[in-house]
């Protein structure tokens, strides 16, 4: 047990202080739904064996916001419910994101490993919390189990801020 509390210490110090804050960014033109895409990649929150990934993505074209995400971990989370991530903001209210769009899954059975990645829409409501509220906590929703992070956080909301500034300031080149 005193093992495991010093391996999320370490975890979590690295994450503050070794993981970029830097943002970066990828533009692209999405051939499948001829947009142009500028998204972010590699924000993670690392856990003992895995990470979660949610790398804010913007579409020019429309002009709207969503998260492709990623799950990668032994413990297995069925993402199935239309609330399977909750953020806990600052003002102590809850914010539902609705996986509408199927997510897939795919196991290493050598490594017992689990992976899960989708995308999940963003309303502007969201957005403007983000860019105003500090985030305390994210819940990962699943059928039978949830998985909750709070370590991180911070790192990851700082690198969507840039994004989202630079977008209403007009200082990113898309």
């Known amino acids: 047990m005193i093992l495991k509390i010093y391996l ?3 975890i979590s110090l690295f994450q ?3 993981l970029p804050n830097k943002l ?3 533009k692209e033109k999405d051939i499948n739904v001829n947009v142009i895409k500028l998204s972010e990649n590699k924000n993670r929150l ?4 895995g990470y979660l990934e949610l790398n804010l993505v913007y579409y020019k074209n429309n002009e709207t ?5 990623a799950y990668f971990d032994q413990d297995w989370i069925y993402l199935d419910s239309v609330k399977s991530f909750m953020f806990l903001f600052k003002d102590s209210n809850y914010y539902f994101l609705d996986t509408k769009v199927k997510t897939k899954y795919f196991q290493d059975k050598t490594n017992k490993m689990f992976k899960a990645y989708g995308r999940v829409g963003i309303t ?3 957005i403007d919390k983000i860019a105003n509220q500090k985030i305390y906590g994210l819940r990962i929703n699943g059928r039978y189990k949830f998985i909750e992070y ?3 956080i911070g790192t990851m909301q700082l690198r969507w801020k840039k994004m989202i500034y630079g977008l209403r300031n007009n200082k990113l080149k898309i």
Do not use: A, V
């Not at 916001?65 to 995400?69: A, E, S, V």
């Open 8 to 10: 999320l210490s370490f």
């Open 24 to 26: 970066i960014l990828e």
């Open 16 to 18: 503050i202080f070794c």
């Open 65 to 69: 916001f969503f998260f492709d995400f």
């Open 150 to 152: 709070e370590i991180g």
């Open 46 to 49: 690392h856990t003992e064996k």
């Open 124 to 126: 502007d409501d969201f």
